[in-house]
């Protein structure tokens, strides 16, 4: 729902003509995303939306419609890139599957954001970054002390991170391109993208480390580097405060 349109987002900050397709009735979820979660009168300014998608052009089709299919057949033609959200099955019955695109239009990069990627047993399976990217990937174990309430990041930071990948693989794709080679399929998903995240973590894993959760603050091992909470301020002051001390013998001398 967020990673695609976070990808061609940052593509039209670096200046991409970016079209964005949309479904007939309520158009990208997105759109809605305030009224339907947080049951925002409908006049309330979508800031998600807007993050994701200023810059962009938009367009109202029908894939599953002839005039529809025709109408995305034309705007493919002309395009250097096409990036999807769907899942693969979906993008296959409307003819926009990575090998049918690629047969029609050998120049095209194409490039698809999913949950958990397109083999594997969890191909098919549909994901947001809360399940994909924090719960599968062990990035919001990663981020819980023992015995507290599991957290996880902010709405959409995954799928921020794996935008960002997309982004990147598709200029590495455009590049290739530039010098000769046909385009080419870019594929990223949620779960890879919070595996590399959490990279050290499952890396320690691999190497026989018992995975577990980071020590609870009063019992943290690295006391210099730690969130703590202030004394009241009666004039508003920070009610909290991080220690960034990671060399402790060269930081802590000049804090004390």
Known sequence: MIAGPAATGIMADWGADVIKVEPPGLGDPQR?????????PNHTPNAGFHVD???????????????????????????????SNLRRKALEKLGLGPEQLHERFPHLICAFSSGYGFVGPDADKA??????????????????????????????????????????GVCAALFNRARGAEGRIVETSLFRTGIYCNG???QEA???????????????????????????????????????????????PPTA
């Not at 962009?56 to 250097?80: H, I, N, P, T």
């Not at 924090?134 to 507290?148: F, H, K, L």
């Open 32 to 40: 809605v995303f305030y009224q339907f979660s947080f049951n925002m």
């Open 200 to 202: 050290w973590g499952v």
């Open 127 to 168: 994901a947001y970054d809360a399940s994909a990217f924090w719960s599968r990937s062990g990035m919001a174990m990663a981020g819980t002390p023992d015995g507290e309430d599991t957290t996880f990041g902010g709405v959409g930071n995954g799928d921020h991170v794996t935008g960002m990948s997309m982004a990147m």
């Open 206 to 252: 691999l190497h026989g480390k018992p995975a577990g959760s980071p020590a609870p603050r009063a019992k943290a091992g690295q006391p210099t580097i730690k969130a703590y909470t202030c004394a009241p301020d009666p004039e508003g002051g920070p009610d909290r405060i991080f220690l960034f001390g990671l060399e402790t013998d060269r930081h802590w």
């Open 53 to 83: 998608n200023k810059g962009k052009r938009s367009v109202v089709l029908d894939l599953k419609s002839e005039e529809g299919a025709a109408a995305m057949e034309e705007l493919l033609a002309g395009a250097d890139v096409f990036v």
